[in-house]
């Protein structure tokens, strides 16, 4: 059993009441299956692996925010170890990769950075010297911890800020790069003005449940009104997910035939076919199968998933030889596998994408923060960052197929960025994420989550228009990124 103290009694935060997005961690980063319980100041794991293991959780950090940090993978021992001294560990040695491999240990300009990481190793040092006094050593952990975080974050914004800087110059924005989800209901000039000065593209959202919401009956009419609309504004447009299996996604009457993958799957391919083919001429990005890793309510197998995966794909290909193929990654650190071994874990889906042969051509990936939930849990930017790198390991282009986060007061326990989430906030998290993952020259498209507010948002209040159709600060600061970027510096 691992045991983690939580800390200083005279924390500024207050001290944690329940285990949010807490979670084991093995090998590669891949979340394993383990009891985790809160009791006497301590959190007590029961793993079910027998090698090092790490433990990852939100952590509230003062003056920093509210953050789902990790540890090292640690050998088992009868001793607790000090969780705030385990995270700061974690993060100094992230630290140092990254910098190492961004090239930035002698970089000009990285000085008063290099100083505040010193500075952070300082005071972990200091924590580990005063071992045998545990409360003394916890509030040197916790000091070390913030001034790490603060300094990773910055780390990120200052590469991101190098190399989106060159992407400019070069005339890396000159196609269609910033995009945005359409809203569930029908296209109207507010929506439309909103879009045009703004974004080059609308992501097209075609809900199996909603085109065919019963067995013998197809309506296509909300998508046929926005391709329409959307071609007549010269707005460009990506179609999908086609295939969801999410619970949202999959019409009711497909439960009947659960245990029949045949038929689940002829159902699927004429999802797809007739699909692609009614909008091939005007659509020339189709993201085909989306979260089929994490989302599986009909309890497919591994090969099941993959099947499908290489199906839909396929099927788009044959029909839509010229298009972009994507395939969409969810929720993708994983965290939904340590509850739901049913799922696959996503690099593992990625990787078997890659070697298996699907015929794709780009991995689509989100980014949604600020919930309470399994794989929305607020993340910081270095390990955005680094996420997005480790992705482009697979060969593959990139495009951020949808991000967001709150506008309004949240619980802490979904996340939370320096301050509590506003639409000030908002605007700020968006900006900082856009230069990070538009610095990288993989990165094709970024693309928000939804367009406005309203009852469809996976993020409460997460849309860049309010409900009533007034902007949020988000909107402008877009409009004025998009600008800046499409415009090559000297």
């Keep these: 059993m691992y045991r983690f103290r939580l800390g200083s009694t005279q924390r500024k935060t207050p001290p944690l009441k329940d285990l949010h997005g807490a979670h084991l961690l093995g090998g590669d980063g891949v979340a394993v299956r383990g009891d985790l319980r809160l009791k006497g100041g301590e959190i007590q794991c029961d793993v079910r692996i027998h090698e090092p293991t790490g433990l990852s959780l939100v952590w509230p950090v003062a003056d920093f925010g509210a953050v789902q940090l990790e540890t090292t993978r640690l050998p088992n021992r009868e001793q607790p170890y000090d969780l705030p001294l385990e995270l700061v560990r974690h993060r100094l040695m992230r630290i140092n990769m990254k910098r190492e491999e961004w090239g930035l240990f002698d970089y000009p300009g990285m000085e008063d950075l290099a100083t505040r990481i010193e500075e952070a190793r300082a005071l972990f040092v200091k924590a580990l010297q005063h071992s045998d006094t545990p409360e003394r050593a916890m509030t040197f952990a916790e000091k070390a911890l913030l001034a790490a975080l603060a300094a990773s974050e910055d780390i990120s914004g200052f590469h991101a800020g190098v190399f989106i800087n060159r992407r400019r110059q070069m005339g890396g924005f000159a196609k269609p790069f910033l995009g945005v989800g359409l809203p569930a209901r029908m296209p109207d000039e507010q929506l439309l003005n909103a879009i045009r000065p703004t974004f080059d593209f609308v992501r097209l959202p075609m809900v199996w449940r909603e085109i065919q919401p019963k067995e013998q009956g197809i309506s296509f009419d909300y998508t046929d009104a926005w391709v329409s609309a959307a071609s007549e504004a010269g707005i460009g447009l990506v179609g999908g997910p086609l295939l969801n299996f999410g619970v949202r996604f999959v019409p009711d009457w497909m439960y009947i035939w659960e245990n029949d993958f045949e038929t689940i799957i002829d159902y699927a391919r004429e999802q797809v076919r007739r699909t692609v083919q009614r909008y091939a001429s005007r659509i020339d990005r189709w993201i085909v199968a989306s979260g089929l890793h994490a989302d599986n309510a009909l309890a497919f197998s591994f090969e099941q998933i993959m099947e499908l995966t290489r199906m839909a794909a396929t ?176």
């Design 315 to 490: 099927t788009a290909r044959s029909l839509a030889p010229k298009s972009q193929i994507l395939l969409e990654l969810t929720q993708p650190w994983g965290e939904y596998y340590a509850r739901n071994q049913q799922t696959v874990p996503p690099w593992l889906y990625a990787d078997m994408a890659v070697q298996g042969g699907v015929p794709f051509d780009a991995f689509g990936v989100q980014f949604l923060f600020g919930i309470d939930s399994d794989g929305f849990h607020l993340r910081d930017m270095l390990q955005i960052s680094a996420l997005i790198d480790r992705l482009a390991n697979f060969g593959k282009a990139l495009h951020v197929t949808a991000i967001a986060v709150p506008s309004t007061k949240q619980s802490i326990a979904g996340g939370k960025w320096r301050e509590e989430w506003s639409a000030k906030s908002q605007a700020a998290w968006l900006d900082a994420f856009m230069q990070v993952a538009l610095s990288k020259p993989y990165v094709e498209s970024v693309a928000l989550h939804t367009l406005c507010d309203g009852p469809d948002c996976v993020i409460p209040e997460s849309g860049v228009l309010k409900r009533d159709g007034d902007a949020k600060p988000a909107l402008e600061m877009l409009r004025r990124l998009r600008t800046r970027l499409r415009t090559p510096g000297e």
